[in-house]
């Protein structure tokens, strides 16, 4: 069973950073895409960033380019999205979701998915 385990929201002035985590079990890690996406109240889902780690394939929307940066920890199957020069517009539910695709596309499924962590900036 793929198991997906996100954390490190919270709240946050703006102009400064979080570090989220996603702890991944259930599928061969390096070789998959990890991806977070956020959704904000009255918003569609909107993908952030991906990576799958093996290959150094990593994708941003450019809403974050610049600002936020995805990494994997293979030895501890983990996935963090660094965020900094956070702005209230970055203010959702970051969710974490893996699929066993071993590339990086909005276009790919993402079949599995944890549970959300809230990330609020004030302003």
């Known amino acids: 069973e793929v198991q997906l385990q996100a954390s490190g929201g919270g709240l946050v002035q703006a102009g400064g950073s979080l570090r989220l985590s996603c702890a991944v079990s259930?599928?061969?890690?390096?070789?998959?895409?990890i991806a977070w996406f956020r959704q904000a109240p009255g918003k569609e889902r909107e993908g952030v960033a991906c990576?799958?780690?093996?290959?150094?394939?990593?994708v941003y929307s450019d809403s974050v380019k610049g600002r936020f940066t995805i990494a994997s920890d293979n030895a501890k199957n983990t996935v963090y999205l660094q965020m900094n020069s956070l702005k209230s517009e970055d203010t959702a539910v970051y969710y974490c979701?893996?699929?066993?695709?071993?590339?990086?596309?909005?276009?790919?499924?993402?079949?599995?998915w944890g549970q959300g962590t809230q990330v609020t900036v004030s302003s």
């Open positions: 990576i799958v780690s093996d290959n150094d394939d990593t």
């Open positions: 259930g599928l061969t890690f390096g070789n998959s895409a």
């Open positions: 979701a893996a699929d066993r695709a071993p590339f990086c596309s909005w276009r790919v499924k993402f079949d599995h």
